[in-house]
């Protein structure tokens, strides 16, 4: 920047924590053109002095000491393309959380400005994306999902396109004649819809559907969809801005389930089968074609065990409460039995069980079955622990399995491991080579043709998936995001759901798929760093090709050419810095977010003799938990050590090596990084940061001890969001621990 200017808030107690007068000294060294003060810098007097400088002044660089960076970003936020703004915390780091009028408190008030200043001395402009956008929704799946989504994009102003790859619409529905209930009084099954529904999208014009297709190939990025599909023989393309698959699930294998009598008796089914029938009005013993007297359904066939799935499928309760209503209504005459381990009936679903309960003749009890076994024209269930009794035998003329849900995903991960091993049977290396791959293709030759998606994405062709083959979002608040940007799973495929859910979900799917495409069209990222108009650049004369940036992406961000070289998709990208923290060579990087900005800070405080007995520690703190926990602390006039000097990260997966070999090698005493929890429990906002910097910062340590420097002096932290009160005792605990390390061997040098 060519012209900074240092604009400081006075009120909120900084001014009775720091003597303003030195950090206006602080800011002539660093060749300020301008330092102003005002006693509420936020207000419209504040906003109007600061846009007067950068109109009248030329300021192109405006450094606002004030509160955190988190704090008044609306106010704070001027024209991008004329103006860079750097946030120094001088509230929630210093004010509210130090001693006020004293000499530490003074000492971090000035290095934090003069890390300010370094930082925006290092940081460019921001050139928003200018791209052509198709606004166009495409919805993979023609069941009730991806027919609620598909008429949920045109009412928001959207045209869509479904895919379905069979030859008709409607999905499971097709095969029902009632579904769980949606409206009050929620005590009884309700018509089928999928027929006004499919109806509905026909008729619409701004839905463009293919039926009995598939997707060969999708190019591009979000915004730049290139879709080619197969439909009827004849190859097509179509071009959209986001992407909804709603693929759906089908039934869990019941030949799995010999133990509950599948496959023993033919009047063992499964509740997909029976729902064939009450459809057809046609309810009888496969075994001899009679019609039932009793009928015994067995909840969690295969669901919740270890041995099959271990989730609960979420609609089996509601499907056979409905299944029980329909026969009772339509075939009076037939016994229903119902044994569960747990009914669940969340939310308005209790209104319909209570309302079955009450209308029919049925019976429930809660009950483990031990084994099903055939008897005569029926079969004999054994139920042990169960409400009738410890051992328990039950004839009927019909066994039900309520089995679970599997999701329809292709396994991207396992047909990518597939493909590679093709290739190094082609490549022909080594016959060692060729034998293993061999074994690999021959193993996962199930995968075969299972793509839905066939992205054209380094990572996989289709959404990665978590352990339970679901390609869920892996985030805890925005459920709708996917590992790739604008393409959202709903309905089915992306949790197990029954009908009411579905809906509810294609709506959430197609908000968050339009919200991609309005962002793209305005060169924006989406969550979590939204509306960020940063792009990375790449530096590709010093690639090595050593394929980290490509393969630690979360996103799959980037692909690669035939040499290995990494080819950056601008509209894929969340802006995490991931790959900056994995490049080696350091030629990655943003704008405002660079190596060369971070480590400028890191050399822009002078650290204290070692006789000062004033250690430093930087800590760099993850802008999604770490920092909003410890500005909350702050917040609560919770006081940590004044050594430590913060720098906001976007993720500790963009924490690159370099700046803790920085601040070693001036004298720094210790480093911490604090940032989210890794796991299922908790994920870190970008998948697999903290995952990766745990990886990292291991080497680190390492590093360490061969140059006889103690691994303590390097700490990584896992925290949630709301443990604001972890954070200062982080900070504190891991200053004991570099004061009992001792000074850096390295000061002075």
Not at 19 to 47: M, R, S, W, Y
């Amino acid at each position: 920047m060519d012209k900074v200017g240092v604009f400081v808030c006075t009120g909120c107690e900084i001014k009775d924590a720091v003597k303003i007068d030195e950090l206006e000294e602080a800011a002539n060294e660093q060749n300020a053109a301008a330092f102003v003060t005002h006693e509420c810098l936020c207000e419209p007097g504040g906003i109007a002095q600061i846009q007067k400088s950068i109109d009248d002044d030329g300021i192109d660089g405006v450094v606002i000491a004030a509160c955190s960076h988190r704090m008044k970003q609306k106010e704070f936020t001027f024209d991008p393309t004329k103006v860079v703004v750097e946030r120094v915390c001088l509230r929630e780091q210093v004010a509210w959380s130090k001693k006020p009028d004293d000499e530490d408190t003074q000492m971090l008030a000035v290095d934090l400005l003069q890390m300010g200043l370094a930082r925006i001395g290092k940081v460019k402009l921001s050139e928003p994306i200018k791209e052509e956008i198709s606004d166009t929704v495409l919805v993979v799946g023609g069941g009730l999902t991806g027919l609620t989504a598909a008429k949920a994009a045109v009412d928001l102003g959207h045209p869509a396109v479904i895919i379905e790859k069979e030859d008709q619409l409607g999905g499971y529905l097709n095969d029902c004649k009632d579904v769980i209930p949606e409206h009050p009084p929620y005590d009884t099954v309700a018509a089928n819809p999928i027929g006004q529904l499919i109806k509905d999208v026909q008729a619409n014009e701004q839905i463009k559907v293919f039926t009995g297709a598939r997707i060969i190939a999708t190019k591009g990025q979000p915004g730049q969809f290139d879709v080619e599909l197969q439909n009827g023989g004849a190859a097509q393309s179509v071009k959209v801005g986001a992407i909804v698959q709603a693929t759906g699930a089908r039934p869990y294998d019941a030949s799995k389930l010999t133990h509950l009598g599948y496959g023993m008796s033919p009047n063992v089914i499964t509740s997909h089968d029976l729902e064939k029938m009450i459809t057809a009005g046609e309810l009888i013993c496969p075994g001899n074609g009679q019609i039932p007297n009793r009928i015994v359904f067995i909840q969690c066939a295969g669901s919740r065990d270890e041995n099959h799935l271990k989730y609960c499928s979420s609609e089996c309760c509601g499907t056979t409460l409905k299944q029980v209503a329909s026969i009772n209504r339509d075939f009076s005459d037939i016994e229903c039995a119902v044994i569960y381990k747990d009914m669940r009936t969340p939310g308005q679903l209790e209104h319909f069980y209570q309302g079955v309960q009450e209308s029919t003749h049925g019976m429930l009890t809660r009950g483990e079955v031990d084994k099903v076994e055939a008897h005569n024209n029926g079969a004999h269930v054994h139920l042990k622990d169960s409400l009738l009794g410890e051992d328990v035998t039950i004839e009927t003329d019909l066994v039900v399995l309520a089995v679970g849900m599997v999701p329809n995903s292709a396994d991207g991960h396992a047909i990518r491991e597939l493909n590679d091993a093709k290739l190094r049977i082609i490549k022909n290396e080594s016959e060692t080579q060729v034998a293993d791959a061999t074994k690999l293709v021959e193993s996962l030759k199930h995968h075969e043709g299972t793509e839905i998606l066939n992205l054209d994405y380094r990572q996989g062709p289709d959404l990665p998936i978590l352990k339970y083959d679901f390609p869920d979002s892996h985030y805890i608040c925005f459920p709708y995001e996917t590992r790739r940007t604008g393409i959202y799973a709903a309905g089915a495929l992306h949790a197990p759901m029954d009908t009411p859910q579905a809906i509810e979900d294609a709506y959430g799917a197609v908000m968050k798929a339009v919200q991609c495409i309005e962002s793209n069209a305005r060169g924006e990222a989406v969550h979590p760093r939204a509306g960020d108009q940063s792009i990375a650049d790449f530096f590709l004369q010093r690639c090595t090709q050593c394929k980290r940036c490509t393969e630690e992406c979360p996103f799959g961000t980037l692909n690669e050419d035939a040499k290995g070289t990494p080819e950056y998709n601008t509209l894929r990208c969340r802006r995490c810095g991931i790959c900056l923290g994995a490049c080696p060579e350091r030629i990655i990087s943003f704008p405002e977010y660079t190596v060369d900005a971070v480590a400028s800070m890191i050399k822009a405080f002078e650290v204290p003799e070692e006789e000062d007995e004033k250690p430093r520690i930087m800590a760099f703190l993850c802008e999604n938990d770490a920092l909003p926990a410890l500005d909350e602390a702050a917040a609560k006039r919770i006081q940590w050590n004044p050594w430590i000097r913060i720098v906001p990260v976007r993720c500790l997966g963009a924490v690159n090596t370099v700046w803790i070999a920085d601040s070693l090698s001036r004298g720094i005493d210790g480093i911490v990084l604090v940032g989210c929890k890794r796991g299922d429990d908790y994920q870190c906002h970008y998948i697999q940061g903290s995952e990766l910097a745990n990886t990292r910062m291991g080497n680190v340590q390492e590093t360490l001890e061969r140059l006889t420097l103690e691994s303590e002096r390097v700490k990584i932290v896992e925290l949630a969001r709301d443990e604001f009160h972890r954070v200062p005792q982080v900070l504190d605990e891991f200053a004991e621990t570099i004061d009992e390390c001792g000074p850096n061997p390295y000061k002075g040098f």
